[in-house]
């Protein structure tokens, strides 16, 4: 699957955007998808995840509660809904697939990418304070 984000852009601290990762081919329900993002200088991180039919999402601490993950499966896309931005959002946010229709509170997401194996670019976010 070959992914592609968009969406970002520059937001005041409290603002909101919404991202989307748009995919290609047949089998986009086959995959459970996910939203990661890197800050200057720091590590990859994970943001959130969704299954493939949108029934179970897995979120970050740092983004729960302010952040929505979604998909829409008859247009090939997953969103990301961030409201109540911080300036500590600030980074390049890469959208990521994972072919399997397991639950990823099951399998929660570590490190900086596992287990998702398809990326996307990246689009940049930044709260201004």
């Known amino acids: 699957v070959q992914l592609q984000a968009s969406g970002g852009g520059l937001v005041q601290a409290g603002g909101s955007l919404r991202l989307s990762c748009a995919a290609s081919?047949?089998?986009?329900?086959?995959?459970?998808m996910g939203w990661f993002r890197q800050a200057p200088g720091k590590e990859r991180e994970f943001v959130a995840a969704i299954n493939w039919n949108g029934g179970s999402t897995y979120y970050s601490d740092s983004v729960k509660g302010r952040f929505t993950i979604s998909r829409d499966n008859a247009k090939n896309t997953m969103y990301l809904q961030m409201n109540s931005l911080k300036p500590e959002d600030t980074a390049v946010y890469y959208c990521?697939?994972?072919?399997?229709?397991?639950?990823?509170?099951?399998?929660?997401?570590?490190?900086?990418?596992?287990?998702?194996?398809?990326w996307g670019q990246g689009t940049q976010v930044t709260v201004s304070s």
């Open positions: 990521a697939a994972d072919y399997g229709d397991y639950d990823p509170t099951e399998r929660p997401p570590t490190g900086g990418s596992y287990p998702f194996g398809s």
């Open positions: 081919g047949p089998t986009f329900s086959s995959y459970v």
